[in-house]
Structure formats: C-alpha cells, structure tokens
C-alpha cells in the first residue's frame, strides 16, 4: 500500500495534477475575484442611483433648476464613466434587467445572478439612504413614478428596457461591449430613453434604481411598475438578439462578466 501511495503522489507531481494546496490556492483567488466583482457591482449602481435619483430630488428641492434634459443625460454620463472605470471587473451591469438578460442569453452563470442582483440592489439601497439622509423625503427621494397613468408607464418601461438591452446584448454578439463602443453605445440610449421617457415614467428601465428609492422613501406603492416592467423588457430583448443575430458566440461572457477583459 505504501508503495502504491508513493506511486501514485510520484504520477500526480509528474503530471503537473493540481495538489490539495494549489486547489485551495486557486478557490481562495477565485473568491477574492468574486468579491471584487460584487463590490464593483454594488459600487456602480450606488454611483448610478445617486446620480439618477439625486437628479430627481435636486430638481424637486431647486424648483426645477435641475432640468428634464440634465436628468436624462446625467446617469447615461455616468454609466458611460463607469463602464471605462471598471467594467472589466464585473461587466458594468448595474442592473437587475442586464445581469438577468445575460443570464438567458447564456452569456453570464445563473448561480452568479443572486448574487449580482443582492449587490445592484444594495448599492441602490446605500444610495437612496445618503440621499434621504442629505435631503429628506423631497421629491418622493427620486422615485420613479407613474406621470401618464400605470398602464402606460408600464408599457413605456418594457419598451424602454427592450430598446436598451437589445442596444447591449447585440453589441455583446460582436464582442464589442468592451470600451468605447459599449460607453457611447449604453450612455447614448439611456439618454435618449431618458429624454422620451421622463415625463411619462421617469425612464428607470432598472429596478434597482427604482426600488432603492421607493423603500427607503416609503412609497412602494408602484414598485411593480418598475420591475416587472423593465425584467420583461429584458426578455423580449433577449428573443429580438437572437432572432437579429442568432445564438451566443464564443467570446461573449467576457462582455458579460468582465473576466479576461481589459475595459468595458
């Protein structure tokens, strides 16, 4: 037995075979990696909330100062600035419709989506509470809301979030969500959904971003509007990029996950 032991350790050394060090070794950088992404995740949609629902609350402090224009172009800037700063970590999701949208594409791992949504959703949460900590409840603290009746906003988010998620998966299929295609391409269309949306539903097509308001403003009474709305739009964004440019390619989960790449 001993002899077969010797064998056997001489056979995995030789082979290069991963010893019990080199694996743990390798799960704790895996983890560490992990981590980074999470707090990148959760970091990024802090900075988008504040920015997007800070926008709201200001103009509704200031009377207005903050203008309808400067609310749609101020979170698409600042998602264009994330996605250069650290998009390679995590993929710059950001967004609960986004992480869920890959995830049926195939391009992002399903056991990570509870995960990426906990972070985006936290962040969102961290952000809300700093503002309501600066201003108070004033201006419903940036919640989106309903302005031309549910019904329509609810169609203007799943329309929105279709526009924008098919925007990022079809330039995913080409390998592009990585640097300034994806920052011009992403920014571009949040803003322009801004400036179309804004009046009629406050153009989230993020439920992070509107629901890390609605709680810690305590007005949920439209949460639903907000992320059913937007996670259906990301499932038919889904079918429209496959029906436009066929099943996943190889090279997509660096897109969606940031792992291997250099930008995003």
Not at 231 to 238: E, T
Request: hydrophobic share 50%; with cysteine; net charge neutral.
């Amino acid at each position: 037995m001993a002899v077969v032991q010797r064998q056997s350790k001489h056979v995995q050394l030789a082979t290069g075979a991963p010893t019990a060090a080199k694996r743990g070794k390798h799960r704790e950088e895996k983890e560490a990696g992990l981590l980074q992404r999470l707090f990148a995740e959760m970091f990024g949609t802090f900075a988008l909330v504040t920015v997007a629902a800070g926008a709201d609350t200001i103009a509704a402090l200031t009377d207005g100062e903050v203008t309808l224009v400067a609310r749609a172009i101020a979170p698409a800037l600042m998602v264009m600035a994330l996605i250069y700063a650290i998009g390679d970590v995590s993929g710059a999701h950001f967004n609960p419709a986004v992480t869920l949208a890959f995830a049926l594409r195939r391009d992002f791992r399903w056991h990570l989506v509870p995960a990426y949504w906990a972070a985006e959703f936290g962040g969102a949460l961290l952000a809300a509470t700093l503002l309501r900590t600066l201003f108070g409840t004033v201006g419903h603290l940036g919640a989106t809301q309903p302005m031309y009746g549910v019904g329509v906003s609810f169609v203007m988010e799943i329309v929105l979030t279709l526009l924008l998620l098919t925007v990022i998966l079809g330039t995913a299929t080409r390998n592009r969500l990585i640097g300034p295609n994806a920052a011009i391409a992403v920014g571009g269309t949040i803003a322009l959904c801004g400036l179309i949306g804004l009046p009629i539903s406050g153009a989230s097509m993020n439920p992070a971003r509107s629901l890390g308001p609605a709680l810690i403003g305590g007005d949920t009474a439209y949460w639903w509007v907000y992320v059913v709305g937007p996670m259906i739009g990301a499932i038919l964004a889904v079918g429209c990029t496959w029906i436009m440019h066929g099943g996943r390619k190889p090279a997509e989960e660096n897109a969606a996950d940031g792992e291997g790449t250099e930008t995003r």
